[in-house]
C-alpha cells in the first residue's frame, strides 16, 4: 500500500516531500554529491589505481590514452555528468515550491470555462494503476540516467576492466532492487540506492583518475 499524503483541494501535497527544511535544494544537493563524489573517487583510487599489480596494467592504458590525445575525451566525460547537476538542482527547486510528490512529473489542469471547478490532474497511486504508474516511473528512472551511466562505463572499462565490471553490475542489480521497491511505494525507490550511488559515483571517480593521469 502507498504511503498517505495528505493534500489540498485540489490534490496538491499540503508539504513538499523528501526534502530537507534546513537545506535549500541547491546546497542538499551540492553536498549530497560532493560526498559521493569524494567516497567513490577514494574507491576508485584505493581499489582499482594505488595497489601496485593494478597500477601498472593502468598506466599502460593510460599512456595508450595520452598518445592519442583522449584525456580530454575523458574530461569531456566526467564533466558531462558533472553538469547534469544544475539541471538536477533546477528540477528539485521546483518540485520543492510546488509540493509535487513522486511519482509525478507534471502537473495538468482540466482547461475549459469549467476547468476551474476541478482538481488538477495528477497520476493514480492506490491500487493495480498505482503500482503499474510507479513501476513505469522506475523504468523511465533507469532510462534517464543509463546513457551516463553506458558512456563512463566505457570509458573506465578501458582503464580499469574488471572494477568497472563489478561496479556497474552493482548498479544495474541495485536498479532492479529500487524498482521492485517503487512498485510497491514511492519511499521504495530507495531500496539499494545507496550501494548502486556508490558504484555510480566509483566509475566516475574512475573516469577522472583517467582523465587527470592522461592530461597531467
Known amino acids: 500500500m502507498n504511503e498517505t499524503i495528505e493534500t489540498d483541494s485540489k490534490g496538491i501535497p499540503l508539504k513538499h516531500v523528501g526534502y530537507p527544511d534546513q537545506f535549500s535544494v ?21 581499489l582499482a589505481y594505488a595497489p601496485v599489480a593494478k597500477r601498472a596494467n593502468a598506466d599502460t592504458q593510460i ?28 528540477l528539485g527547486e521546483a518540485r520543492k515550491a510546488s509540493k509535487v510528490a513522486v511519482p509525478d512529473q507534471h502537473v495538468y489542469r482540466v482547461m475549459g ?23 513505469q516511473r522506475a523504468l523511465m528512472n533507469y532510462h534517464e540516467v543509463f546513457p551516463t551511466i553506458a558512456l563512463q562505463y566505457v570509458a573506465a572499462s578501458w582503464v580499469f576492466p574488471f572494477e ?6 552493482v ?24 550501494p548502486g550511488l556508490i558504484a555510480m559515483c566509483t566509475i566516475q571517480g574512475m573516469v577522472m583518475i583517467a582523465a587527470v593521469k592522461a592530461l597531467a
Not at 541547491?26 to 584505493?46: K, Q, S
Not at 590525445?69 to 547537476?85: A, D, R, S, T
Not at 512498485?183 to 545507496?194: E, L, N
Open 26 to 46: 541547491a546546497v542538499f544537493y551540492a553536498i549530497g554529491h560532493g560526498v559521493l563524489g569524494g567516497v567513490g573517487l577514494a574507491a576508485a583510487w584505493f
Open 63 to 90: 599512456g595508450i590514452l595520452v598518445e592519442h590525445n583522449l584525456g580530454w575525451m575523458y574530461l569531456g566525460i566526467f564533466l558531462l555528468k558533472l553538469l547534469q547537476l544544475p539541471i538536477g538542482t533546477i
Open 113 to 135: 470555462s469549467e476547468g476551474s471547478k476541478f482538481g488538477y490532474v495528477l497520476m493514480e497511486t492506490d491500487g493495480v494503476h498505482g503500482a503499474f504508474n510507479r513501476a
Open 164 to 169: 568497472a565490471f563489478v561496479c556497474v553490475m
Open 171 to 194: 548498479w544495474a542489480a541495485t536498479r532492479c532492487l529500487g524498482a521492485v521497491g517503487y512498485k510497491s511505494t514511492a519511499m521504495g525507490r530507495f531500496d539499494g540506492i545507496m
